[in-house]
């Protein structure tokens, strides 16, 4: 088996900052991921990972402002290759992180990004939702593809964009829509940002696309963490994060 967790971590939220990276670390350490994507870390968020997380080579996206970040298991996962590719008319300092792992003999490209938000700026994410199906084409045919990351999507942007193509998978559609981890941006469960109104929108999506021999990675089950407040009254982040397992058949 084969398990992975990304989580948009509301670095840029300063309240509570370092209780909710404990929380956030507690449920690295009760998993035990063998890949953590993150989105929105910030450089004292990174040098506590740094710090708590030994068991994991980090890789990030940037080094100043805030970013995303892949963390590999250092006794499973092996690094044979880092990529940044920037998005050329982001306004908010967004990219595409890829990293080319092995893993059980298995040939990997692992990518994340935290795609432009809000609603007012849908045509870049477009946009950059294009680049990035885009590069999981052009990835090894022997290679697995996983993208997981914060796309701040609304469903009719993908469908704007013509879909997925053939090959990419939307891991939550293709695990049957499951309702329980649907919305990982939820202000009616989540108190973090005090907003008065309901949103529950699905912003954080795993893309999947099969090694060209397939069959030698199959996505099983996913989950929402996160869910708890912790002592300071707070959740980890204003998203939930997802936990994700995969069959690896040898």
């Not at 507690?26 to 929105?40: I, K, M």
């Not at 003999?105 to 990035?132: I, P, W, Y």
């Not at 993908?158 to 090959?167: A, I, Y």
Request: aromatic residues 10%; contains cysteine.
């Amino acid at each position: 088996m084969f398990s992975f967790i990304t989580w948009n971590i509301d670095g840029l939220d300063l309240n509570s900052l370092q209780e909710r990276a404990r929380g956030v670390c507690s449920y690295l350490a009760l998993y035990n991921p063998d890949v953590v994507f993150l989105q929105e870390v910030i450089p004292p968020y990174y040098s506590y990972l740094k710090k708590r997380a030994r068991s994991y080579e980090i890789i990030t996206g940037h080094e100043e402002g805030y970013f995303t970040a892949i963390m590999l298991k250092k006794s499973r996962v092996k690094l044979k290759s880092q990529e940044i590719i920037p998005f050329p008319s982001t306004k908010m300092m967004r990219n595409l992180l890829c990293v080319h792992v092995s893993l059980s003999g298995n040939e990997l490209c692992l990518m994340t990004s935290h795609l432009e938000s809000t609603r007012g700026h849908a045509e870049e994410r477009m946009n950059q939702l294009k680049l990035v199906l885009q590069k999981i084409q052009e990835a090894p045919e022997l290679a697995t593809v996983i993208f997981a990351g914060d796309t701040n999507l609304r469903d009719k942007e993908v469908t704007k964009c013509g879909g997925l193509p053939n090959n990419i998978l939307d891991v939550w559609e293709f695990l049957g829509k499951p309702e329980h981890c649907q919305y990982t941006w939820d202000t009616q469960m989540n108190s973090n940002l005090g907003i008065p109104a309901t949103c529950k929108l699905r912003f954080d999506r795993i893309f999947f696309r099969a090694a060209a021999e397939e069959g030698h990675i199959i996505p099983r089950s996913l989950d929402l963490l996160g869910l708890e407040k912790l002592d300071c009254g707070r959740f980890p982040s204003d998203h939930w994060g997802l936990l994700c397992n995969l069959d690896v058949i040898l």
